[in-house]
Every structure is written in structure tokens, then in C-alpha cells.
């Protein structure tokens, strides 16, 4: 009985890994659909709609790769993970690319095997409390009870910075955003901590946003961004440089609607080599040339995207900061296409 | 038997092997034995081969690393800065004690369901078959969600026993002015040692003197009730007289216990609000009593189950033959019926433990942190290391599991009938 199961345990971990060895750009052309890992349900990043349609930042980059790779932005299946199924889902093949609020360090770069393709949302961790707890700072939450995401990085911060001003505190482990967010506003933990965008979109869905304040600490530094599998530099290539080329299409104004007309009688050489109607960038990634006039097709430039998705103007009210381009003091800054 | 002829004393040729029906079955064992061991072989050469292709080793060397997050049930000192190996010791124990309790518990709530399920009080019998049958066919997962929602929607936050400053008093008041139930634990008072005897450091285990004092002192004082006991029946069996030994008992029981605590200085600490919690005392979660009600009464429908069937398996005529002799009901069911009902009880009972300490792993539902909780959940995510924790927790349960099979069977094998 013991030797079964413990041989049955090796047999699917020796299939799992036998699928990921594989080339992931054959494999999703052979397919016909992109597997795209995205959070179950965070509003503004990704989340199903009323209708069934996944919409939201994370989404929208999926969505790019998608039309990038296959020519349709609607060729992608989204596969919900959460914090703890993610990276096993990837390693294993069963997603191609995960864009799901994860934040690129050291360990998961290299330990787990895993390739970060770019920052698409620079990120910090914060808390969120109730307005009547009169709560300030962070630095008041001495003896509060807490709830946290497990398998993330903010719980190893927040374990840091509670040490680090020596203060104590009491974990609550949830296992999802939804649990969260039910935990908290229930009264089960005093803060709730995770990234800040992550936390103005948990906001954003209550009843009575107005009674929840973010706190204005900012202990972390969570820089966001789309995963690969390590090893496959090609497919790592093509997101890394879809990513690049929403982002460099902001910066040179090609948007969702001109993109066309861009590509035919922009005079800027870039422009040009961007969207395929001079060189041959895209042969050297194994696809058609015209691959980003495509991504940028599907959802616009990253600012279009953002604005669409997290801005100002939605519900989620995230402002640029960070996340504009580095001629508006951001830290976006494409890598050229030459 | 005259005419039997004894077979032909062959020399052993190949061909027997598969013939012969005194080899036949030895040589399909061998067989089955060689391609099962050629398939296992073939599966772990498979996993090395393609964690080698993944960049990933097999190795526990995470095991010693920082483990760096917080548990907020903790039986044993541990801090963030503590090793993965500790937290790993942490769940371990909190699996533990919720398997030590949650036995302890069903047996109890079993054993009383059980009788009373055979009860000649109508109402009584037919409302503890309602009991039975709806613990045991809803799915424990529902349970644990649904005590852990009651607990948390229907108690007060903790927030609601601070003295309000305009009215000078609070929202809600604690029990006896010693419990406060709140919607994220219930806080008890903690017991403190004033003149406590220390700790003894073993390599990486300390012993708690003082603990282990009281454990001592409790088992002397109920070695020495067994012993006035014995003595007390070997009186009644020479004179017919049975001495009494109630106060005695009693006196034996609670008064070694009592200087010892008294020599200790042990007092209670009573919890009190400060800041967001309640300090001072012990929080018990309500994951923690969530998961300890509902573990315990979904398989305490079981036990009663085994119980009425160990009742009902001994037989009528043995009530009948202790009535005739005498007997009173209670002595009937200590002396005849029960010691005879646990032989059929004890098999079936082991099977339930292990069941609740296995479905303890459902405590991630609730976010209680046990064994699945810290190794196979928070360690096995921040290292990445899903074959060694995967393959480490199964090991750990299923140690847990052989350690109260076989302590178990001892048991068993000591009530069992014995037949000389």
C-alpha cells in the first residue's frame, strides 16, 4: 500500500514534468489556444463578467500574446490559479504563460525554475484597515490580527516588517482573495495586507468603499509580471518582447485605433520596424512580422490597457505612478526594437 | 488406500515451472513481483530523469532554511526566524493535538450516542438516530465551513468588549467575567506557574520540568487509587465485606495535586482587551474549534454506530443470565455486557481514529495551520520543493497512522476474548 501511492505520487510528478519539456510556441500553435494561468477573481486584473468574458490588466496581456503568437486575441483559455496552484500549474504544462500578480524575485527566478518576462504592474505590499478603527500608520498595528494570503511573498514581508519594528501580530491564513476579502469584512482579522493594487481592487468591489482606507506604508517592493517556464527561451522571447511592444507603443502614441494606419505611413523607422512593415523582427522569434500591430490591436498600448482596466477612471482608481513611462518619471521603459 | 500410487519421483525439469500446479503459482508470483519492480523502477528513473530536464534536485537541505512566517497556533516557541524543519514540528503537533482531542471527544460523544441510540425511551432512541444519521452522511468539509461560519457570524468582535468612553461601559461582556467568545477565538484564562521548576534542554527538545511534575504526580495518585482498590477487593473477596474507599479515593486523587500546585504558586491569568486583542490569556482560534466540534461529531456518529453494534452483538441471554444472578442494570453493562461488546467494538474503532486524523488535513478549509497547513502548504509554496513535501507528509501521516494502529492493537489484543 505505501510503496503504491508512493510510486503513484512519482508517476505524476514524471508525467508533469515529461509535458513541460516540451516547445511551448509548437505546442500553442498545435493547440490553436493560449492556457493563460490568472487570478480567480480580482477585480481590475482578472475577473470573469457578467457574461462569462475575462477582462482586467492581466487578462489583456494574455490576450496580446495571444494575437501576437495565433493572430486572434479570443484564442486563450484561462486557467484560475491561485497563490498556492500557480507555479506547480506552470511547471507542469498545464498553462503556458501565467499573468497572474506575481511578483518576480530572486528564488522564483531561479529555484523554481521559473523565467520572469518583464514587470507589467510595479507593485508595493500595504494594508487596508477599517476607517473607525482610527488606525494612521502601520506602525499602530501593534497586537492586530491579520489576514494573509498563504503562499505569497507578502506573507514572508509582512512577517519582516512586523519583526523588524517589533511589533507583534496574529496571522490568519486564507487561501484566496475571495476568502479575504469575506474574512475582513467580517471582522475576522483587523487589517487585510497584499499588494496595494490588489487591495484598491478588493476595495473597489465592496459595498462602502469610502469606510476602508489603505494605509500609506508601503513595505515591499512587488514587482508584477508575467511567468514562463525556464528553458524555453524562444517562448520566454515572445512575451518578454509582446510586453515590450505594448509598452513601447505607448511611448511612440501607436493606440488600439491607429495601429493600422501607423503601420502603413508612420515615418519614425521604429514605428516601422515595431510593427513589422520594415524588417524581419518577427521571423526572429518564429512568428509573422506583423505579430505586435496584432497585440496592440487586441487591447491598445499598456497606458490604454491600464486606463481601461485599473485607472483613474474605473473603479479600482489606481494612478500611474510607478507604472508610467520613463519620460513621465515612471519606470516603464521599452528596450528598443532594432 | 491400498492401490494409491505415490507420484514419480521426477528430476526437476524447466517446464515444471509452469505445469507443475506445486510451482505454478510460485512462478506467477515471481513474475507479477519482477514486473512491478520493473515498472516502480521505470517510474523513479522517469521523475529523475525529467526533474533533471526541469533543473530541479531531490533533496531536504530546505528543511534547515528560515522558515520566515509567522503561525499563530504554536505548542512550541517559534518565531519567523525559526527553520522550515521547526515549522514543519509546529503543524505536526498542532495535527496532533487536534487528533488527541478529536479521538478523545468522539469517543466520548460516540459511546453516550450509542447507548443512548439503544435506549427504550422512544424520543431519546429516536433522537439520537436523527443525530447519527445527519452527522454522517453530510460531508465532514461541510461541517468544518458551516461551525466555522457559525462561530464567526454569530459571535461579537473583539473590539465589542473595550469600555466604551462615552457610556463607560462595553458592547459585550465576557462569561463568569473569565471567557470572552469572540468571532476570531475565544479567549480563556491561562494558567501561570509562579515558583516554576525550569526546563530541561535535550539537543534540540527542552522538557518542561514543571509540566512533567504535574504528569508525575497525577500518575502516582492514580497508581496509588489502583493499588487501594486492589486492596479493597482482596478484602471483599476475604471477608465478602467491601470496605469503602470513596473518601479515600478522593483524598488520594485531588490532594497530591493540589499541594503541588499550591507549592507551584499556579494561579489564572484572565484575559483582557488591550489594543485590537485580548492579551493575557489563552486565544484559542475558532478554526482550532471548528475543526475540533465538527471533527468530532461527524465521527462520533460513527463510533456510535460501532457501539450499538458491539451492543447488540452480545447476546440477550447474557443481560438475562446477570439479571438472574442479581445484578443492577449498571453492573450488567460495566461487568457483562461492555467487556464483551468491546471485542467487536476496538477493530472497527481504530479505523474511525486514523479517519479523524487523516481528515484533520481538512483544517486548510479553515485555515487552522497543521501539518497540511505548514509543510504542505506554506513551506512546499515559498521553496517550490512539491516531491520531498508531498512525499514527507505522507510519510508523517502515515507514521502517525501506524503509531495508533499499533498502540491500538495492543489494546485490542489485551480485551480481546481469550480463548484457552
Known amino acids: 500500500m505505501t510503496k503504491t501511492v508512493f510510486f503513484g505520487t512519482l508517476t505524476v510528478a514524471g508525467l508533469a514534468a515529461g509535458l513541460a519539456s516540451a516547445a511551448t510556441l509548437d505546442d500553442v500553435k498545435a493547440r490553436g489556444e493560449l492556457n493563460c494561468g490568472v487570478n480567480p477573481g480580482l477585480v481590475g486584473f482578472a475577473a470573469p463578467d457578467a457574461s462569462g468574458n475575462w477582462t482586467g490588466f492581466d487578462v489583456s496581456l494574455c490576450r496580446a500574446v495571444a494575437a501576437a503568437v495565433l493572430g486572434d486575441p479570443q484564442k486563450v483559455r484561462f486557467v484560475p490559479t491561485t497563490a498556492e496552484t500557480r507555479f506547480t500549474a506552470l511547471a507542469s504544462g498545464e498553462i503556458d504563460l501565467l499573468a497572474r500578480n506575481t511578483t518576480w524575485t530572486f528564488s522564483r527566478d531561479t529555484d523554481l525554475s521559473m523565467d520572469f518576462a518583464g514587470v507589467n504592474y510595479y507593485d508595493g505590499q500595504g494594508f487596508m484597515v477599517r476607517q473607525d478603527l482610527g488606525v494612521t500608520s502601520a506602525k499602530e498595528l501593534d497586537g492586530a490580527t491579520v489576514c494573509i494570503q498563504t503562499g505569497t511573498t507578502t506573507e514572508l514581508n509582512l512577517a519582516d516588517y512586523f519583526t523588524a519594528n517589533g511589533m507583534t501580530y496574529t496571522p490568519v491564513a486564507i487561501q484566496s482573495n475571495a476568502e479575504g476579502e469575506q474574512q475582513y469584512l467580517a471582522g475576522g482579522c483587523d487589517a487585510y495586507t497584499t499588494d496595494i493594487s490588489g487591495l484598491a481592487s478588493t476595495r473597489a468591489a465592496f459595498a462602502d468603499p469610502e469606510n476602508h482606507v489603505i494605509l500609506p506604508e508601503v513595505i515591499s517592493k512587488e514587482p508584477l509580471g508575467p511567468a514562463v517556464r525556464h528553458g524555453d527561451n524562444q517562448w520566454g522571447d515572445i512575451v518578454r518582447w509582446t510586453l515590450n511592444a505594448l509598452v513601447a507603443a505607448e511611448e511612440y502614441g501607436v493606440t488600439a485605433a491607429n495601429v493600422e494606419d501607423m503601420a502603413a505611413n508612420s515615418p519614425n523607422p521604429e514605428i516601422k520596424r515595431l510593427l513589422g512593415t520594415e524588417g524581419e523582427l518577427g521571423a526572429m522569434t518564429g512568428l509573422p512580422n506583423d505579430w505586435a500591430k496584432h497585440a496592440i490591436a487586441a487591447g491598445g498600448n499598456y497606458g490604454e490597457i491600464f486606463s481601461a482596466t485599473i485607472g483613474e477612471e474605473t473603479p479600482i482608481g489606481l494612478a500611474r505612478g510607478l507604472n508610467a513611462q520613463w519620460t513621465q518619471g515612471g519606470l516603464l521603459y521599452a528596450q528598443p526594437f532594432r | ?420
Request: proline fraction near 3%.
Open chain 2, 1 to 420: 488406500m491400498a492401490n494409491a500410487v505415490d507420484a514419480p519421483k521426477d528430476s526437476f525439469r524447466l517446464s515444471m515451472l509452469i505445469y507443475d500446479t506445486r510451482y505454478r503459482s510460485l512462478t506467477i508470483q515471481v513474475i507479477v513481483l519482477m514486473l512491478f519492480m520493473a515498472g516502480a523502477a521505470w517510474l523513479v528513473d522517469n521523475t529523475v530523469r525529467n526533474l533533471a530536464v526541469l533543473g530541479k534536485d531531490f533533496n531536504f537541505g530546505f528543511l534547515g532554511q528560515r522558515a520566515g512566517y509567522d503561525i499563530a497556533q504554536r505548542l512550541i516557541p517559534y518565531t519567523n526566524a525559526d527553520t522550515h524543519a521547526r515549522a514543519l514540528l509546529v503543524g505536526l503537533l498542532n495535527t496532533l493535538l487536534i487528533a488527541v482531542l478529536g479521538c478523545f471527544a468522539a469517543t466520548v460523544i460516540g459511546v453516550i450516542v450509542g447507548v443512548l441510540r439503544l435506549s427504550s425511551n422512544w424520543l431519546v432512541a429516536r433522537l439520537m438516530t436523527v443525530y447519527v444519521e445527519m452527522f454522517r452522511n453530510v460531508p465532514l468539509l461541510l461541517w468544518i465551513l458551516l461551525v466555522f461560519t457559525a462561530f464567526t457570524e454569530a459571535s461579537p468582535l473583539p473590539a465589542t468588549f473595550r469600555v466604551n468612553a462615552q457610556t463607560g461601559e462595553a458592547e459585550s461582556s465576557m462569561l463568569f467575567g473569565l471567557f470572552a467568545v469572540t468571532n476570531r477565538y475565544t479567549a480563556i484564562p491561562d494558567v501561570l506557574v509562579e515558583r516554576g521548576l525550569g526546563s530541561l534542554a535535550l539537543g534540540p527538545l527542552s522538557i518542561n520540568l514543571t509540566f512533567l511534575a504535574i504528569v508525575a504526580v497525577i500518575a502516582g495518585s492514580l497508581l496509588a487509587r489502583r493499588a487501594l482498590l486492589r486492596h479493597a477487593t482482596a478484602v471483599q473477596e476475604a471477608t465478602g465485606l467491601r470496605p469503602k474507599t470513596w473518601w479515600k479515593s478522593l483524598l488520594i486523587l485531588i490532594l497530591p495535586i493540589a499541594a503541588l500546585l499550591w507549592a507551584l504558586g499556579v494561579h489564572l491569568s484572565v484575559p483582557a482587551i488591550t489594543g485590537f486583542n485580548f492579551t493575557g490569556g489563552v486565544n484559542v482560534s475558532n478554526s482550532f474549534m471548528a475543526l475540533w466540534l465538527a471533527l468530532s461529531l461527524y465521527t462520533s456518529a460513527f463510533i456510535a454506530e460501532i457501539v450499538r453494534a458491539g451492543i447488540l452483538a452480545v447476546s440477550r441471554g447474557q443481560t438475562e443470565a446477570a439479571f438472574a444472578l442479581g445484578l443492577r442494570p449498571r453492573r450488567t453493562m460495566s461487568l457483562v455486557i461492555l467487556p464483551q461488546a468491546l471485542r467487536v467494538i476496538v477493530p472497527p474503532l481504530i479505523s474511525q481514529y486514523l479517519n479523524l486524523t487523516k481528515n484533520s488535513s481538512l483544517a486548510i478549509a479553515v485555515g487552522y495551520l497543521d501539518l497540511r497547513g505548514t509543510l504542505g502548504g506554506i513551506t512546499l509554496n515559498q521553496t517550490g520543493r512539491e516531491l520531498e513535501c508531498v512525499l514527507l507528509m505522507m510519510l508523517i501521516y502515515l507514521a502517525i497512522s501506524l503509531v495508533i494502529s499499533g498502540a491500538m492493537n495492543v489494546y485490542n489484543a489485551r480485551i480481546k476474548l481469550k480463548e484457552r
